[in-house]
C-alpha cells in the first residue's frame, strides 16, 4: 500500500483545526535534513514555541480511549495489543495509514485527528531497517549487523501474529490480507516503516511517558540544541527556547536526542550519527562454548540474551568492560557450579543454580562477585579476560575484512545511497577505533593476571601433569628389541 501524503504547506491548517499553536515558527524542509522547525520571527525566553493540546499525543492512555470509540479496532487490540506501549501505538497507526489511503473501502476504524496528520509523516526514514538488502550488507562487521538481522526477523514475526489474530476478525481480514492481486492495505513494509516512524520520533514525555506529539515531532537534533520540550499545568505538551539560547530569525529550532547514545544506538533509532553527541560503547552479542556440556542449562537460567558491552571514555584514558553471561561461561562443575532440577511448593518443577552447594538462582547475573569463594578467582577471571578478548579480536577483524565494498557481495553499487554509505563506514571507524583501544586494554589486564601467584601455581602444576603423563605414556610402550 502506498503512504498517503499531503504538503508541508498544509501543515498550519491542519495545527488551526486541531488547536496546536505555533505562532513564532513554521515547519519547513530543511537542506539535507528533511523536515525541521524554523524561528519565524523574534522569540521571547519563556513564551512557548509551539503548544500541542493533550487531546493529540499519542500514547498507551490515548490508544486506550480510541478502543472505546471504535469496536473494530477494540478487537483486534485485545486480540495483539496489551505486549507494550509501542505496539499498542503501532497497532493504532496501522489504522490512521489504513483509513488515510484512498483504496480503503473496509469498514474499520473511526477517523480522527491523527488519520490526517500520518499524510504529513515521511515516506521513509534511514535507519537500517528501512535500508534495502544491498545497503543492509555495509554494515557487516559492525555491531548493527546481527542487531538489524534480529529486529528484522522480530518485526516480521510480530506482523505475521498481528495478521493470524485479523483472519478470525472478519472486519480485519480483508485489510491485512493480500487481496487476489497480491495488495492489500497493509503490509509489512507499512509496519517495518510504521516502527521506523515510532522509534525516531518518540518522546519521554515528564508526566505522559513514552509519547508521540505532532508537530513537536518535525524537529531535529543538535548537540547545541536550541529549545526543549515540557508538559505545562493544562497538559499541553510545549516547546521553549532554552535560557542561554538566542535564536535569530530564520535560524532552526533544534532539541537533543541525547547526549550520551553510543552511535549503532543513533544510527538504528534515528537514522544519522552525531559524532559530537555519542559515547565510545558497543554491544556485542556473545555465544556460549560449543563443547560445554552446560551450555543449554546456563543459558535457560541466565534468561537475558548474552551479551558483552565495552566503553571507553573520550575525555579519558578510562575503559570498562561488563559481561555477566562470560563469568557464568567460565565456570563448570569442577568449580562448583551445579545445576538441579526441584519442585516447587506447588508442585512444578525449577531449575535451580547452585554455585558450591549454595542456591544462587537469583544472582545468576552476579558471578563476578560469586567466584570470589574460589580458591583461586583470578583464574576464573583470567579465563573470562581471555574470552571476552578473543570474541572482541574476532569482532575487529571482521569489521576489517568487510571495510571495503569490493568484499560486499552487493549487485549495483551505484543504487548504494550516499547516506547509507556514508552512515555506514563512520560507525565501522567508530567501533573499530573502540575496539582496538579495549583489546590493547584486555592484553595487559591478562598479563597482570597471568603474573599473579595463584595463577602461576596452577600453571605451573598443569605443567608437571603433562610431564607426568608423557612420562607414563613414555614408559608403557614396548621396548624393541630388534
Known sequence: MAQPGLPIEALPAWALLNGVTFPHVKVANIEGKGFGVVSDGDLKPDVPLMAVPNSLVLNVQAVDEYAKEDRNFKQLLDAVGHHSARRDILLFLLVQLVLASKAHQAPVGVSNPWTEYIKFLPKTVLVPTLWTEDERLLLRGTSLESAVNAKMTALTAEFDAVRE???????????????????????????????????????????????????????????????????????????????????????????????????????????????????????????????????????????????????????????????????????????????????????????????????????????????????????????????????????????????????????????LRDECRQAASLLRSIETGLLEVVIENLERERRMLLADENVVAYLGSMETAESDLVGEEASNEPEDFS
Open 165 to 415: 489474530a485479523a483472519s478470525s476478525l472478519p472486519s480485519w481480514n480483508d485489510v491485512l490480507w493480500p487481496y487476489e492481486d497480491g495488495n492489500s492495505s497493509a503490509s509489512l513494509r507499512s509496519w517495518i516503516l510504521l516502527d521506523a516512524l515510532y522509534r525516531s520520533r518518540v518522546l519521554e514525555l515528564p508526566k505522559s511517558g513514552e509519547s508521540m506529539v505532532p508537530c513537536i515531532d518535525m524537529i531535529n537534533h543538535s548537540t547545541s540544541a536550541s529549545a526543549y520540550y515540557d508538559e505545562n499545568t493544562k497538559d499541553e505538551v510545549i516547546l521553549l527556547p532554552r535560557p542561554e539560547s538566542t535564536i535569530s530569525s530564520g535560524e532552526e529550532v533544534t532539541i537533543s536526542y541525547g547526549d550520551a547514545k553510543p552511535a549503532a544506538e543513533m544510527l538504528f533509532s534515528y537514522g544519522f550519527i552525531d559524532p559530537e553527541a555519542t559515547v565510545g560503547s558497543l554491544v556485542l552479542p556473545l555465544e556460549p562454548f560449543e563443547d560445554d556440556p552446560l551450555a543449554k542449562a546456563k543459558l535457560f537460567a541466565f534468561k537475558d540474551l548474552p551479551k558483552v558491552h565495552v566503553a571507553h571514555d573520550k575525555g579519558s584514558s578510562a575503559v570498562s568492560w561488563n559481561s555477566p553471561f562470560a563469568y557464568l561461561m567460565c565456570v563448570n562443575e569442577e568449580d562448583g557450579l551445579d545445576f538441579r532440577v526441584l519442585q516447587d511448593s506447588e508442585g512444578g518443577r525449577q531449575l535451580r543454580v547452585f554455585w558450591r552447594e549454595e542456591d544462587v538462582t537469583d544472582r545468576i547475573g552476579d558471578f563476578e562477585s560469586l567466584i570470589q569463594s574460589h580458591e583461586a578467582p583470578t583464574l576464573i577471571k583470567l579465563r573470562v579476560v581471555t574470552v571476552v578478548q578473543e570474541r572482541l579480536q574476532q569482532q575487529l577483524e571482521r569489521a576489517q575484512s568487510f571495510a571495503h565494498l569490493s568484499s560486499l557481495p552487493i549487485g549495483d553499487v551505484d543504487l
